[in-house]
């Protein structure tokens, strides 16, 4: 994990590099799936993977706004 940059109140915003498990990319898929909101599927690894590691996705796609769980931060 590295800083990548840091917001407006200074908070340090960090990218992630690692796998997803398996576990938490097929919970955030079949949730989207039983809600009708399917998301690109490289939205579905980036959001299991803020899940898995529990921080915050900085983004402006609004379609990670249907993933259950999910902090996001307005990039």
Known sequence: MYIVSRNSQ???LFCIAMRVLPCFYGKVKSLLKV???LIPENGIRIAALAIQ???KLATRDRHFDFVDG???EEW
């Open 70 to 72: 999910l902090e996001k």
């Open 10 to 12: 200074g908070n340090a």
């Open 35 to 37: 809600t009708g909101m």
């Open 53 to 55: 590691h529990k921080v």
